[in-house]
């Protein structure tokens, strides 16, 4: 199994930044990639970035620019820095893990991290 537990979220003014945090507390697999999604109120999840075993990363277009994904691998932790937000970045922010072995393919997520952002 694999747990993951998103924190950073909050309100914030647009035009301002946050950074959200998606620490791997448990994993009994090897990780292929994390990725960072997104979920509006009366729309669906939506990929926004990821990054893969060798850092790698890639975006959806419309966060280049804006959001960067990262992270540290001694602690376990992915990170988006999210800048120049705009109040349609509002909604719930997931963190996801996916394995992929030649016995395992599977996706994780995390309980999701609530961002707002003001006009």
């Known amino acids: 199994q694999v747990q993951l537990e998103e924190s950073g979220g909050g309100l914030v003014q647009s035009g301002g930044s946050l950074r959200l945090s998606c620490r791997m507390t448990?994993?009994?697999?090897?990780?292929?990639?994390f990725g960072w999604y997104r979920q509006a109120p009366g729309k669906r999840r939506e990929f926004l970035a990821g990054?893969?075993?060798?850092?790698?990363?890639h975006y959806k277009d419309f966060v280049k620019g804006r959001f960067t994904i990262s992270r540290d691998k001694p602690k376990d932790t992915v990170y988006l820095q999210m800048n120049s937000l705009k109040p349609d970045d509002t909604a719930v922010y997931y963190c996801?893990?996916?394995?992929?072995?030649?016995?395992?393919?599977?996706?994780?997520w995390g309980q999701g991290t609530q961002v707002t952002v003001a006009s």
């Open positions: 990054i893969d075993s060798g850092d790698a990363t």
């Open positions: 448990r994993s009994t697999f090897p990780i292929y990639a």
């Open positions: 996801n893990a996916e394995v992929r072995t030649p016995e395992v393919r599977q996706d994780f």
